[in-house]
Structures are given as C-alpha cells and as structure tokens.
C-alpha cells in the first residue's frame, strides 16, 4: 500500500508560480513511478507530467516550457514546479504512483489562476 500527500494548491494569479509536493509512504520501491494529473470541471482527467524513479519525465503538450516534475527519492517525494500559469490551468491536481498494475491517488488539491 503506498499513501499520498499533497500540497502546495492554492490561488494565483495569471503569470505566477506555485509549486505542488506530493510525498508518499509505505511499500515505495524502485522502479516505480509518479505523477501528476488534473482535472478541470467538465473534463477529462489529463496526464500533466511523471517521472520514472529513474528520473526520465513526460510532459503534456499544453504545459511544456512551463511546468518541471522532479522527485527526491531520498525524500519519496515528487514536485511540480508550475511558471507562467494561466486560467486554462485551473483545475484540480491529483498526485499518482504507479509500480506495475498498481496505482495509487492522492486526494487532490485545487489550483485556481485568476485575477
């Protein structure tokens, strides 16, 4: 069982930052991998970034040049550094670990970008 934590949600405005951590605990073992998805209201869930423990990352087409997924694994910790953030990033964001068939889900934490 792996257990997720999440902060770092908030308010901001358009072209500033925040950064999301997420740390987890229990059975982390490597390889694995983490990251972060959101959800906007009435849409999709959307993969917005992940990273293997091995450090090789993904990013969405829509926040590239913008957003940096890293992790400390001494830590078990993943971020999500968001720059230049704009309305259309508003959404809820929700941390995943994934090992395999397993997955995990943090509980989520509201990002809203508005003026």
């Known amino acids: 069982q792996v257990q997720l934590v999440e902060s770092g949600g908030g308010l901001v405005q358009p072209g500033g930052s925040l950064r999301l951590s997420c740390a987890a605990s229990?059975?982390?073992?490597?390889?694995?991998?983490m990251g972060w998805y959101r959800q906007a209201p009435g849409k999709q869930r959307e993969l917005v970034a992940a990273?293997?423990?091995?450090?090789?990352?993904n990013y969405a087409d829509s926040i590239k040049g913008r957003f940096t997924i890293s992790r400390d694994n001494a830590k078990n910790t993943v971020y999500l550094q968001m720059n230049s953030l704009k309305p259309e990033d508003t959404a809820v964001y929700y941390c995943k670990f994934w090992k395999g068939y397993y997955e995990y889900w943090g509980q989520g934490t509201q990002v809203t970008v508005s003026s």
């Open positions: 229990g059975s982390i073992f490597s390889p694995n991998n």
């Open positions: 990273i293997s423990s091995g450090g090789s990352t």
